[in-house]
């Protein structure tokens, strides 16, 4: 069975920064496209950055410059970097595997003004 699992949520202030991982287990990592996505309240998800297994990212424009996402293929974890951290960042972001389809439970990130 597939499970991705996140971490690394929490409250920042704004400006300031979080790492946010998610480890995968399971055989479907290394020839995954993953990303990471993000639902605030009353808001629909939106995908915020990708990464293909050979390491191309693609970020939503209003993270370009702030977010990173990198990928461990060795250790089945993929990462994302937050940097500058605005309110408007606020939600849950989830850990997707957009071959499968596949979601994580999603870990809070809250950016205090």
């Known amino acids: 069975q597939v499970q991705l699992v996140e971490s690394g949520g929490g409250l920042v202030q704004a400006g300031g920064s979080l790492r946010l991982s998610c480890a995968v287990s399971?055989?479907?990592?290394?020839?995954?496209?993953m990303g990471w996505g993000r639902q605030a309240p009353g808001k629909q998800r939106e995908l915020v950055a990708t990464?293909?297994?050979?390491?191309?990212?693609n970020y939503l424009d209003s993270v370009k410059g702030r977010f990173t996402i990198s990928r461990d293929n060795a250790k089945n974890t993929v990462y994302l970097q937050m940097n500058s951290l605005k309110p408007e960042d606020t939600g849950v972001y989830y850990c997707n595997a957009l071959n499968d389809n596949i979601w994580g439970q999603g870990t809070q990130v809250t950016v205090s003004s």
């Open positions: 399971g055989s479907i990592f290394s020839t995954n496209v």
């Open positions: 990464i293909l297994d050979e390491g191309t990212t």
